[in-house]
């Protein structure tokens, strides 16, 4: 497989040299520094010799998307293990195994195949009715602990990890989570996704003995769920040191931290922080004593931001940022435009495998969850207005049209609005339509979508909730005000009213909906994941003067790497081109088979 991947960087090195796989994107022109994070944070202070003189840009920034070169260090590190593996005579065409290891998938159609174990676990050990729950996660304990509609909370619920010292049963103390005693529960879960994730096993199975990420001190922002802790656990494997995060008030799953923190990793978060908690636990990762990172993987921009603002020492000494997120990769470009981007960034937000899975297919299925596990809505018949037509907004209209909802779309891309009108989908002004409509869904990236002209004209009983990564799409500001009340209803689920007794459903006080109120699927978390495990990898291993202080784009190639590892979960197998055919289109039989420029 390494010697397929190997060979692969090398034609994508290639083909970037030519400037082939370079790409032109257009950015929105406010400076990094005008632009709020996405959750409001306090100024931080900043060093002295570190005033930030950014002015805002009129101007369409432009940055060029540049195509990864694979770095020769990784390409020898890769030939390596494939020449030992192949001494130790292991048969790649038809091997047969035993015990739990199988075939996984023909990566990227060639005649190797690869072989991992399918991680089956054997939960005999629980309790009868533990064991039952642990089997379905949407019976799981921290599904029902986080999103049960019986609205009370217990005591050590709502008393802050900040006021007592825990500690692991290794007796270590360098981590902040709510219940260090629930680590054995969130290690099933954890066990559970893997079993959903086969591209990051294989990472680890193949990669493992290289530890192509030693002396990598990786600090983290995402979520914090047990598809995370996945990968967490695999740069782990692979060499690194992490320390972590949550970018979501809401969607840390408290007993999946607890089992990163037990198993050494240095995690601060806990479901339901302040948003003084927030931004003090992204400081204790960065800020810790004698550590000092040297890799970021973000999503969202805030703990980009964050160092970046605060600590800017730390900042140029930056080998390499990853980031996932519309509103991140939005950032890094200000930065890059404003020659204040001092490191190599990559953006795995607008590869392919990332556009595609976790935005469209992932949306189209969890949104239907949280709304269902926190209304209890019937879908039949309803109004609903989806602000964006996105990736997203494309996912969560298909969602909520199969369930027999009248659906509208407001864009402000002429494109975009061509493409909803073609799928069946009547584009307007939320103006003319929020009288209306029954739900109001944000996926824009931007901010005041909702505003308060909008919120005071709604039917009553509307529910308003968002999708993008940001909190700034509804206007909530405006809603803080003497004459409306608010009721929690339920956790996550709050009404507020106007005094003449009309109301409006707020959901997660408008964070993303289906991490704050539900799950996402394992299989497509894999896909991003694998991505930017890989991306890490090169940007760790990449040869000083490789990148410049830039915004890079992985190559297609290794988008079409990381889909060909998760066919195995479908039992897809691809048509292998014969010669004449590729030679009549004028491309590899491995690939890449799509140009840069192709849209999918």
Known sequence: MWAVYAATCQITSFLAARGDMAEE??????????????????????????????????????TNDQAVKISPDLLRMLKAAESRRASEGQDRDNT??????????????TDMQIQFSDQKKEFNKLPTKTARRSLSRSISQSSTDSFSSVGSESSEDVSSPKDRIQKNSKGLSDFCIKNIKQADFGRREIEIALQEMPALMVLRKRAGD??????????????????????????????????????????????????????????????????????WCIDQCVGAKNWQPNMILDDGGDLTHWIYKKYPSVFKRIKGIVEESVTGVHRLYQLSKAGKLCVPAINVNDSVTKQKFDNLYCCKESLLDGLKRTTDIMFGGKQVVVCG???????????????????????????CALQACMDGFRVIKLSDVIRNVDMVITCTGNKNVVRREHLDRTKNGCIICNMGHSNSEIDLVSLQTAELRWERVRPHVDHVVWPDGRRIVLLAKGRLLNLSCSTVPSCVLSITATTQALALIELHNAPQGRYKQDVYLLPKKMDEYVAGLHLATFDGHLTELTDDQAKYLGISKQGPFKPTYYRY
């Open 25 to 62: 994107k257009e950015h929105t022109a406010s400076s990094f520094e005008d632009q709020p994070p996405a959750y409001d944070s306090p100024e931080p202070h900043v060093e002295d010799g570190a005033v930030l003189n950014g002015k805002t840009e009129e101007d369409e920034p432009g």
């Open 96 to 109: 047969e195994t035993s015990g739990t290891d199988e075939q996984v998938t023909e990566a990227l159609k």
């Open 210 to 279: 290289e530890k192509p990420l030693a002396g990598a001190k990786v600090v983290g922002c995402t979520h914090i769920t047990a598809q995370t802790a996945v990968l967490i656990e695999t740069l782990c494997v692979l060499g690194a040191q992490c320390r972590w995060a949550a970018c979501n008030i809401f969607s840390t799953q408290n007993a999946v931290a607890a089992a990163l923190a037990e198993g050494g990793v240095s995690v601060f978060a806990w479901r339901g922080e302040s948003e003084d908690d927030f931004w």
């Open 389 to 415: 037509y996105g990736e997203v907004g494309k996912g969560c209209c298909t969602a909520v049209k199969a369930l027999g909802a009248i659906v509208y779309v407001t864009e402000v891309d002429p494109i």
